[in-house]
């Protein structure tokens, strides 16, 4: 019988032990994040950032500010010069640079497409918008975004900039319909295409998606609260996204105060449902509705401002010094 040959699939731990400690070791001397920070301190903490080749849902409900909380991180990471391209299936461009300037410029949107500003608006805005004019951001709008339009589409801007992530804003809106398909096998092509497409562009990938309307008919603080089944149309999306986050206003059901007695009002939770290997947890930020500006609590911000995590490990550490020395005998261990 004749010898099957076929290539090694399994690795031994030695190996990826050796790969681990040296990633490990690169990642606490760096004072940079590995993946890309969305702007939000504790919500970094917890995820580590966008990573590469990685597929991140967002969900959320009507009015409760998805779309806001992707168009303020974005904001976030373009004033840090981070290329972003941001695919719109919902809205036409200008709208999001409508709501974007509000949210840049502190301006209430409704003001803006009224053309209603006080003289201080009016200066600020002059001021602001010249923040905007290099930002790295592309956007491209299309109804019912044909899935090869957007494949070809981030392709082409990967190789024309130095994109770093992609954002789209309604997961139901791609389009990739075959015959006699049905929804829920359509998304689960659709999540299957945006994993290949993270792996081959070696990038992030940010996308929302709606939730079913179960939620509106629960009742009580625990009930409105936003659950991985709620996400619309398809268990694929859970089952392969990443990372899946759900945008929660409890304030929008009439329920201000939490069981911990927190004053909810303004607030924006952000639950982070499913995070791959990493703990999950729940953050809050603060929302001004008339702006759309999501941003971080006072006492966040000012915690942020304390030395890193990444920088007080690149002192004298016991720890990263075993870790120096594991990697020193790379040459002998047996492997």
Not at 70 to 79: A, E, K, Q, T, V
Not at 240 to 252: E, F, K, L, S, T
Not at 253 to 282: A, F, Q, T
Request: charged share 30%; aromatic share 8%; with cysteine.
């Amino acid at each position: 019988m004749d010898e099957i040959m076929c290539d090694i699939g399994y690795s031994g731990i030695q190996e990826m032990l050796k790969d681990c400690l040296c990633e490990i070791q690169a990642k606490a001397s760096s004072l940079s994040m590995q993946g890309v920070p969305s702007g939000y301190c504790s919500l970094d903490d917890l995820t580590c950032g966008f990573e590469k080749g990685k597929v991140y849902v967002i969900g959320g409900r009507p009015s409760m500010g998805r779309e806001e909380f992707m168009l303020s991180m974005i904001r976030n990471m373009i004033m840090e010069k981070v290329d972003v391209l941001l695919f719109s299936t919902n809205h036409m461009k200008r709208d999001y640079i409508y709501r974007l300037l509000s949210i840049h410029c502190n301006i209430p949107s409704l003001q803006l497409h009224k053309g209603y500003l006080e003289t201080m608006e009016w200066e600020r805005l002059d001021h602001e918008v010249d923040t905007l004019y290099d930002a790295p951001l592309y956007i491209h709008d299309a109804f019912d975004l044909p899935l090869n339009e957007l494949v070809e589409t981030a392709r082409f801007c990967r190789r024309s900039s130095d994109l770093k992530i992609i954002f789209i804003d309604c997961l139901q809106m791609i389009d990739f319909t075959k015959e006699n398909e049905n929804p829920s096998e359509r998304i689960a092509r659709v999540m299957y295409s945006l994993k290949q497409l993270a792996n081959f562009l070696n990038l992030p990938i940010v996308v929302g998606s709606m939730l079913n309307r179960d939620i509106e008919c629960r009742k009580g603080l625990k009930g409105k609260r936003p659950h991985l089944m709620d996400l619309a149309k398809s268990s694929y999306i859970e089952e392969m996204a990443d990372v899946v986050m759900m945008v929660h206003r409890p304030a929008y059901y009439g329920l201000y105060k939490d069981d911990g007695d927190r004053d909810l009002h303004g607030l924006m939770e952000i639950c982070v449902m499913k995070n791959g290997l990493k703990p999950l947890g729940d953050i809050f930020l603060d929302y001004q509705w008339e702006t759309g500006a999501v941003s971080m609590m006072k006492n966040e911000r000012e915690s942020c401002s304390k030395p890193t995590r990444q920088k007080e490990l690149k002192t004298d550490n016991k720890a990263l010094k075993s870790l120096g020395r594991a990697s020193d005998l790379k040459e002998e261990l047996p492997f």
